[in-house]
């Protein structure tokens, strides 16, 4: 053959691909990451000037949680202190503590029935502050207003008919609550404080 053709290992010329359909793909991701770029920073934009949506998401929430409820159901219908009779009665060894406290009641508006000892049942026998002793409708009414007056008295009720109130005063009977502690405890019991409002 007269060395004339020179035979290399690649019989047929290697195929390539065009590098301007590289370009192409290259150039169509790079419009892609831009357009998101752009489009990320005018929502960021947006919620610069704007607020973005927190006033729906305040609503939402405001919808969605429950509102504070109060802590009990106020107390209806509480007679006021002029029209409850009050008698009083010293059940300790104490000259003249009932005739006080009847002063210091009717200075509040109540009004003072019986003044005196109390009787052979409870004379001597009511170790607390006191007791107070009337028909079963003044457990909702009478007993809850002079209650507020002297903390940690015993409630009981017997046959009577009348709507007075024993006020039976005991052995650990040191004074009446002070008109503002009776103000403020009557408050409560009329308008009683809100829950605290849940968490959500």
């Not at 610069?48 to 998401?57: I, L, M, P, R, W």
């Not at 005739?99 to 170790?127: C, H, M, Q, W």
Request: proline share 7%; net charge positive; aromatic share 4%.
């Amino acid at each position: 053959m007269g060395g004339k053709y020179r035979i290399t290992g690649d019989t047929y010329p290697r195929m390539r691909r065009p590098r301007h359909r590289r370009r192409l793909v290259l150039a169509g991701i790079g419009a892609v990451v831009v357009l998101g770029l752009v489009g990320w920073g005018t929502l960021q934009l947006i919620e610069v000037f704007t607020g973005g949506d927190k006033s729906a998401s305040a609503a939402d929430h405001k919808r969605d949680c429950p509102t504070a409820k109060p802590s009990a159901a106020p107390v209806k219908a509480l007679p006021k202190p002029a029209a409850i009779k009050v008698n009083v009665y010293n059940a300790t060894t104490r000259t003249g503590l009932a005739k006080a406290a009847a002063e210091e009641l009717k200075k509040r508006g109540f009004t003072i029935g019986e003044v005196g000892n109390a009787s052979k049942e409870y004379d001597k026998k009511v170790p607390g502050a006191g007791v107070l002793l009337g028909a079963p409708a003044a457990k909702n009414g009478s007993f809850t207003v002079l209650g507020t007056q002297l903390a940690g008295t015993v409630q009981k009720t017997d046959t009577r008919k009348t709507g007075e109130v024993d006020l039976i005063l005991g052995a650990k009977f040191k004074a009446f609550s002070t008109p503002k502690e009776a103000t403020a405890a009557m408050t409560a019991l009329t308008k009683p404080a809100p829950s605290p409002s849940p968490s959500c």
